[in-house]
């Protein structure tokens, strides 16, 4: 952690330093595939060191990172007894994904693939066909979602191999884009109670001989991003996350396994100037760009045509000891986002790639003010962003 009150180091950190995310043998996108290779679905093989089980529950909360969830075990004492199940009993946590970001985690989750191939790398991306910014979370401007991410699910895969699939969710998602090419096969359940998501998937495990339900749940990450992790209005959400998981672990079904995991974790961010570097205030940073994506804590830089170079160099002077800064070649050659890139994923990156190191932000007042109001942020590679518990409960 650097403290904003401190002295910057002036040297630019170097991006090969940038934790890359264990893909291919403890990410995220590892989960499902090595459940549905438990359940015999043809083309997939395990990853994770788990043991196979005939029915399969994921209960995902958006926002409960690993570091997050060892620092609070009064607010989460059933979570907390299962710290050392966490990957097949060797207590290692998952990592999200590049970045860690919820359209990007959860698009790695249901598909089983890494953001260079499914192609959701951040929170908002360039879509270069139109040459605007996209949203991928709210899907705003509104694309063609299967031009977007045209890859099957995991779910869609094993409801057609005939295992018993449905995902137990809030109501308004059923018909959201990235619900439709993430996390959609087999039967959606719209339930508007927590307490009810986690009966109801109980109650499918048991539909079939072979199962697999997901649930989600996602205020822990709201009451983060208005309040910060350090709020009495997080602690309590946890605490409510922690009843949920032992609701539904207290109903599982005879040959079934329950994860419990996220898609990223959160840091709280100082409202200083020097935590808050904000672009639509800095000459120096906007000079040469044309979009701003991604987030505060991990930014997609595009140029304007020729400027790629000139932006690189002076992102990396002004934020020197704050953030890495790497190029687009530079990334995708160091894996962020995956051992591969699909070409049509590739213009969709920023020319320049900003991830934040210690506790600061790149926030944009003008152009985001609800963004850059935010306490809780995450993107980034850090271990209190990119680690995620795997949590592991056995009927």
Known sequence: MIDPAAPHDPVPL????????????????DLLPTAAAGLDVPGFAPSLPVEP?????VFLVDGMGWELLRRHPAEAPFLTSLLDTSLGSTGTPLTAGFPSTT??????VGTGLPPGVHGLPGYTVLDPEENR?????????????????????????????????CQVTA????????????LSGGEFLGRLSAEDRMDVAAEQLAAGDRSLVYTYYADLDGNGHRYGVDSDAWRGQLQYVDRLAERLAEQLPPRSVLYV????????VPRTPEARHDFDEDWELSAGVAH????????????????????????????????WVATREEAVALGWFGPAVEERVLPRLGDVLVVMSGVGAVVASEREP??????????????????????EVRS
């Open 14 to 29: 170097d991006p090969a330093t940038v934790p890359v995310p264990r893909y291919g043998t403890a990410s995220l996108a």
């Open 53 to 57: 089980a005939d029915r399969v529950c």
């Open 103 to 108: 359209a990007t985690s959860l698009a790695s």
């Open 133 to 165: 910014l996209m949203n991928q979370l709210r899907w705003q401007p509104w694309t063609d979602p299967y031009r977007w991410q045209p890859h099957p699910t995991v779910f869609q895969r094993a409801a057609a191999a005939g295992v018993a699939t």
């Open 171 to 182: 109501p308004h998602f059923e018909e959201t884009p990235l619900t439709r090419i993430a």
């Open 261 to 268: 995991t996220a898609d990223h974790g959160m840091v709280d």
């Open 292 to 323: 701003l994506g991604g987030e505060g804590r991990m930014r997609h830089i595009y140029a304007v045509p020729g400027a790629a170079g000139d932006v690189h160099a002076v992102w990396r002077e002004v934020l020197a000891g704050d953030a």
């Open 370 to 391: 609800k963004e850059s109001a935010l306490v809780g942020m995450h993107g980034s590679a850090t271990p209190a962003e990119q680690l995620v518990p795997l949590l």
